[in-house]
C-alpha cells in the first residue's frame, strides 16, 4: 500500500495562487494513478483533477479547468497541484488519492480511489 502527506494549504486572496504537494511513501509511485479531490463545509467531496500513472494523462473538473495544473514526479514520488486565479469557492479541504486500477479510464469517483491523504485547507478570501 501507498501513504500519502499533502502540504501547501493555506489562506490566499482571490486572484492568488498556491501549489500543493502530495509526497507519497510505500510501494512504488509508479504504480498508482493520482488524484486530487476537494471537500468544502456541508458538501460532498468532488473531483478536481487526476493524471495517470505516467503522467501522459491528465483529466481536470470543468470547475477549474485552465485554472488549476496537475503534475507528477516518479522520481520523487511526488504529484502537485498548481491553483492559480483562485476564488473563494475553491475554499476547501483538499485530498490527494491513489487508485492502483491497471485498466480502464482514470476514474473522477473519489469511491474508486484506494489510498487517502489527511488533507489540507485551502482558504480564499474574497
Known amino acids: 500500500q501507498v501513504q500519502l502527506v499533502e502540504s501547501g494549504g493555506g489562506l490566499v486572496q482571490a486572484g492568488g495562487s498556491l501549489r500543493l504537494s502530495c509526497a507519497a511513501s510505500?510501494?512504488?509511485?509508479?504504480?498508482?494513478?493520482m488524484g486530487w479531490f476537494r471537500q468544502a463545509p456541508g458538501k460532498e467531496r468532488e473531483f478536481v483533477g487526476a493524471?495517470?500513472?505516467?503522467?501522459?494523462?491528465?483529466y481536470y473538473a470543468d470547475s477549474v479547468k485552465g485554472r488549476f495544473t496537475v503534475s507528477r514526479d516518479n522520481a520523487k514520488n511526488t504529484v502537485l497541484l498548481q491553483m492559480n486565479s483562485l476564488k473563494p469557492e475553491d475554499t476547501a479541504v483538499y485530498y490527494c488519492?491513489?487508485?492502483?486500477?491497471?485498466?480502464?479510464?482514470?476514474?473522477?469517483?473519489?469511491?474508486?480511489?484506494?489510498?487517502w491523504g489527511q488533507g489540507t485547507q485551502v482558504t480564499v478570501s474574497s
Open positions: 488519492a491513489a487508485d492502483d486500477s491497471r485498466y480502464g479510464v482514470i476514474s473522477r469517483r473519489a469511491s474508486e480511489y484506494d489510498y
Open positions: 510505500g510501494r512504488t509511485f509508479s504504480d498508482y494513478r
Open positions: 493524471i495517470s500513472r505516467s503522467g501522459a494523462a491528465i
